[in-house]
T-cell receptor, first 112, second 115 residues
Framework: DQQVKQNSPSLSVQEGRISILNCDYTNSMFDYFLWYKKYPAEGPTFLISISSIKDKNEDGRFTVFLNKSAKHLSLHIVPSQPGDSAVYFCAASRGSQGNLIFGKGTKLSVKP | DTGVSQNPRHKITKRGQNVTFRCDPISEHNRLYWYRQTLGQGPEFLTYFQNEAQLEKSRLLSDRFSAERPKGSFSTLEIQRTEQGDSAMYLC?????????????FGQGTRLTVV
């Protein structure tokens, strides 16, 4: 039973436009959510996180939105750049000890 | 480079052999994690250390797997009697102990192929 779901395996966006990556979760005990980016043959790179006490967190071109009632979060990238092309993983955690539960990932392609 | 370091990067082994991977975390990071990633999946948690203490083990970690962090610094993950199903990317991550959320920083991984 997948507790963190990324239902879109892939997304293609034009350079300069907005990329929106979605993630749903089932466990209401999760209180921390994270996004990681992964290039081929590399480990995941931490991007941005959000605590369950917030509904938005912004860092440069990256913004994460959390809707607890819908158990849904999204990552917005504005403007999208070709270097953003990678696989993006959503992850969730109970508490701060950090045993992360990951989704299956969404492959983002940003076309010039 | 002060990131998480994993060795070897690649390992090909015959079924039934034992393999050992090493992880050197970011210095002063008390927490160390092992994850496994197979094709088309996200990383799956295997085990977690706080300093030298192994605090949690996933049910994915069968009795053929053992992990150690003897002095609270580097860690090793050993797989005994490897099976083809063990073929995966093994990822190590570390994070500091206090004042932060669960953000963990990953190494580049060790890709294991069992033939």
């Amino acid at each position: 039973d997948q507790q963190v779901k990324q239902n879109s395996p892939s997304l293609s966006v034009q350079e300069g436009r907005i990329s929106i990556l979605n993630c749903d979760y089932t466990n209401s005990m999760f209180d921390y959510f994270l996004w990681y980016k992964k290039y081929p043959a590399e480990g995941p790179t931490f991007l941005i996180s959000i605590s369950s006490i917030k509904d938005k967190n912004e860092d440069g071109r990256f913004t994460v939105f959390l809707n607890k009632s819908a158990k849904h979060l999204s990552l917005h990238i504005v403007p999208s750049q070709p270097g953003d092309s990678a696989v993006y993983f959503c992850a969730a955690s109970r508490g701060s000890q950090g045993n992360l539960i990951f989704g299956k990932g969404t492959k983002l392609s940003v076309k010039p | 480079d002060t990131g998480v370091s994993q060795n070897p990067r690649h390992k090909i082994t015959k079924r039934g052999q034992n393999v050992t991977f090493r992880c050197d975390p970011i210095s002063e990071h008390n927490r160390l994690y092992w994850y496994r990633q197979t094709l088309g999946q996200g990383p799956e948690f295997l085990t977690y250390f706080q300093n030298e203490a192994q605090l949690e083990k996933s049910r994915l970690l069968s009795d053929r797997f053992s992990a150690e962090r003897p002095k609270g610094s580097f860690s090793t993950l050993e797989i005994q009697r490897t099976e083809q199903g063990d073929s995966a990317m093994y990822l190590c991550a570390s994070s500091p102990d206090r004042g932060r959320g669960p953000e963990a920083f990953f190494g580049q991984g060790t890709r294991l192929t069992v033939v």
